[in-house]
């Protein structure tokens, strides 16, 4: 099935400084999704992105999607102690499946003070 | 807001024991999703359904089965419960395909 590949699996930082995670996929993806878990809890979505090349941004985050559609990275600048927790790509099955969802697995970030 | 809620927080089951695992959501979504989350593993997909009575295997379906008999609710079952299915299982909702996906808050599973 599709699969996801994310990157790195940990980052650690220190306050202030920026981090990135990446996701890749050997196939063509229709759009792809990304969501933060803080520790202890349950993913929430961020963010969709949809066309090549798009680029979003929501505050101190940048959303890319790659050109041909393969891979996509969120960038976080200048981290804070509370943009700790797990970073998930998830791509959405083209064809004819009725709506898999498929995850990354994900980056946790830890930011030290 | 979406409400998606999961029937136990925390469970702990025998070796062999059927176990039933409950996902409710209060907003007519069309899908609903099975996950497991393992350390190092992320999010694998069990088992997802896109309308009443219908559903596709994930990734990982082998030990498990589900049903959606009503659209609000999502059952996931472990027809004979082992100690590698101890795991995190995690319920999700969407309206449509392509749109966003709601959690509900987990439920921790150990198979002793």
């Known amino acids: 099935g599709q699969q996801v590949m994310q990157i790195p699996q940990y980052q650690h930082v220190q306050e202030g400084e920026d981090f990135t995670t990446y996701c890749n996929s050997s196939t063509t993806l229709s759009n792809i999704q990304w969501y933060k878990q803080r520790p202890g809890g349950h993913p929430v979505f961020l963010i969709q992105l949809v066309k090549s090349g798009e680029v979003k941004k929501q505050k101190r985050l940048t959303f890319q999607f790659g050109e041909a559609k393969k891979n996509s990275s969120l960038h976080i600048t200048a981290t804070q102690t509370t943009d700790v927790g797990t970073y998930f790509c998830a791509a959405n099955a083209g064809g004819t499946s009725y709506g898999k969802l498929t995850f990354g697995q994900g980056t946790i970030l830890t930011v030290h003070p | 807001d979406v409400k998606v809620t999961q029937s136990s927080r925390y469970l702990v089951k025998r070796t062999g024991e059927k176990v039933f695992l409950e996902c409710v959501q209060d907003?007519?979504?069309?899908?609903m999703f099975w996950y497991r989350q393992d350390p190092g593993l992320g999010l694998r997909l069990i088992y997802f359904s896109y309308d009443v009575k219908m559903k596709e295997k994930g990734d990982i379906p082998e030990g498990y089965s589900v049903s959606r008999e009503k659209k609000e609710r999502f059952s996931l079952i472990l027809e004979s419960a082992s100690t590698n299915q101890t795991s995190m299982y995690l319920c999700?909702?969407?309206?449509?395909?392509?749109?966003?996906?709601?959690f509900g808050q987990g439920t921790r599973l150990t198979v002793v």
């Open positions: 907003m007519d979504h069309e899908n």
């Open positions: 999700a909702s969407r309206l449509l395909r392509n749109t966003e996906a709601f």
